[in-house]
């Protein structure tokens, strides 16, 4: 007989049952396993066939899950597993850091044009930024015929009480050698920042000298000035130039007040605010608390999960203003926009120049798990008169957005005021009962237009050569200057000779890869003058020699100076 034959007469026999189930009592223990043994490694066997099939048609089901914070495990979102699928299954590998930068600024991308992401690596410098301070040596530099040329000491900085002085040349930097090796600037920065309290040996050549000298320099914290200089216009007129709105702008700019009100007799006060993009409101909100000698609405904000709050003036300025002139421009964005609309709004002031930026928004910044940032739009702020100044962005358009000052210029908004386009027709009235608008940045009492010639690519690339063709020329001649004792001396008497412009213009035919342009020369041939005056002033005077020469031709100033006049 097979066992296939045996098999079959099996199958046809009775099962014997259990002698409980005859006797009718109770299974014992080892007689249930027996019945339900079979049943339960069958049922095993078909979870771990189910199983292994699902794992096989899923890259890896561990995937679409992580851990909360007390261990439970919780379904991802969309872009946490995409990211999985990716790092686990894609044809090549990938730098899943980058990616997941990608994926959160194309997120942000569809809110605002001002909500944005900062990575870990751009971090620490968009804070020292807004801190004002960093750590290192304390000098400005830029790169003449591959050689490392101090254009400014901090005063009593970390380079200045070493001795470095303006116009010194850097030989080597500790046991490296830095001139003439090809180092860009970023290499320099590189070399020269540092901890604070670390050490770095430099080897320099002095002006007007041939040896070489060695210093050690002890690094330390360094101010990023903010308020970039103060200084007497004429007999009654201060400026102030406020270039962003960091951590130590209003205490900047209360020491420069306290300068020009107590020591040098100013009476009325224009604050240049052009090209200042914004920062902190505090800032701004404390600066204009010294302008209003009474309480005054200031600013407000308000957003979706935030309440309107107030910033008022408490009507206790320590210094006494007279008149205001504030100068702004295209490039005058947020916190200067604040300090522009609350002078106008209140009538506390003139503002001078041309419709700024136009940002509304206000930023929250809160740090991510792994050291980079996320900027959060969470509110609007509005002028005291209650209006919104954030031009209109849609979503999809960020090129639009972000090519505004073409669009601007292309539409001769920067030559004429009846070219300025007013998206928002509400009327608004300041606290005198004059009209303004707002629905895009905010619009001067006073227009003034550009220098065309300033926006001309010729004359922007030859002015890139002003900078080195000066110091070519003080390190031949700075005893020349000796009988100019002040920058206002200097500003005031001294002229820039025919033969100076036109070996500067030859100076940078030979450098650049520039031709000779006959029609745009005789035109940009006075501004280039004005700039090699002012690049002297600032060897000489530093900052206040600098703005001092271009505040005799500056169009802004001069129209701002004439208004304050008028205005008495």
Excluded at 92 to 120: F, T, W
Excluded at 405 to 434: A, N
Aim: net charge neutral; with cysteine.
């Amino acid at each position: 007989m097979t066992e296939d034959h045996q098999d079959n007469n099996n199958l046809d026999q009775k099962p014997k049952l259990p002698p409980s189930f005859r006797n009718n009592k109770p299974l014992s223990f080892n007689e249930r396993i027996g019945v339900w043994l079979p049943l339960m490694l069958a049922t095993m066997l078909g979870i771990g066939v189910m199983v292994g099939l699902s794992m096989r048609n899923q890259s890896n089901h561990s995937i679409l899950f992580a851990s909360d914070e007390n261990g439970n495990m919780k379904r991802m979102n969309k872009v946490e597993e995409i990211l999985r699928f990716i790092d686990a299954r894609y044809l090549e590998g990938v730098d899943l850091e980058s990616l997941e930068d990608a994926a959160i600024e194309g997120l942000l991308k569809k809110l605002d044009p001002h909500s944005s992401y900062i990575p870990r690596n751009r971090l620490k410098g968009v804070k020292e930024s807004l801190q004002g301070n960093f750590e290192g040596i304390g000098v400005e530099f830029f790169m003449l015929d591959d050689t490392i040329l101090v254009v400014g000491v901090v005063p009593d900085g970390p380079s200045y009480k070493a001795g470095i002085k303006q116009g010194d040349r850097f030989i080597r930097v500790n046991d490296s050698l830095v001139a003439g090796v090809g180092l860009k600037n970023k290499d320099v920065v590189e070399k020269l920042k540092g901890e604070a309290g670390s050490i770095v040996k430099v080897q320099v050549i002095h002006r007007g000298e041939k040896k070489p000298v060695s210093l050690t320099i002890t690094r330390g914290q360094i101010p990023m000035r903010s308020v970039e200089t103060s200084l007497m216009l004429d007999e009654k007129t201060g400026y102030i130039k406020v270039s962003r709105f960091s951590g130590q702008t209003f205490e900047e700019f209360m020491k420069a007040l306290e300068e020009l009100t107590q020591k040098k007799g100013m009476k009325d006060l224009i604050i240049d605010l052009r090209g200042n993009p914004g920062g902190y409101l505090s800032e701004a909100t404390d600066i204009l608390n010294q302008l209003f000698d009474a309480k005054r609405l200031l600013v407000y904000t308000e957003g979706r999960s935030y309440k309107r709050k107030e910033y008022k003036s408490n009507g206790k300025a320590y210094f006494k203003v007279g008149r205001v002139a504030v100068l702004i421009n295209e490039g005058s964005a947020s916190a200067s926009e604040i300090v522009a609309g609350a002078i106008q709004d209140n009538d506390r002031g003139l503002i001078v120049g041309r419709r700024s930026f136009g940002k509304g928004l206000v930023q929250e910044q809160y740090d991510l798990s792994d050291s980079s940032a996320l900027r959060l739009t969470v509110a609007r702020y509005y002028t005291p008169s209650g209006r919104l100044i954030q031009r209109p962005y849609r979503e999809g358009e960020s090129d639009e957005y972000d090519e505004d000052l073409d669009i601007r210029y292309t539409k001769g908004e920067l030559f004429h005021r009846d070219s300025i386009k007013i998206s928002d027709s509400t009327v608004y009235k300041t606290t005198g009962g004059r009209i303004v608008y707002g629905g895009g940045g905010i619009i001067p009492d006073i227009f003034v237009p550009i220098d065309t010639i300033t926006y001309n690519n010729y004359f922007l690339t030859l002015n890139l050569f002003v900078p080195a063709f000066v110091y070519r020329y003080m390190d031949e001649n700075i005893g020349s200057f000796g009988s100019y004792k002040t920058a206002l001396a200097f500003a005031d008497r001294y002229t820039v000779s025919e033969k100076m412009v036109n070996d500067f213009y030859k100076y940078a035919l030979s450098k650049g890869d520039l031709d000779e342009n006959k029609a745009i020369w005789p035109l940009a041939k006075e501004e280039l003058a004005l700039r090699i005056k002012a690049q002297i002033g600032q060897q000489l005077f530093r900052d206040e020699g600098y703005y001092l020469c271009l505040s005799k031709k500056d169009r802004d100033v001069r129209k701002a100076m004439d208004e304050l006049k008028r205005s008495k």
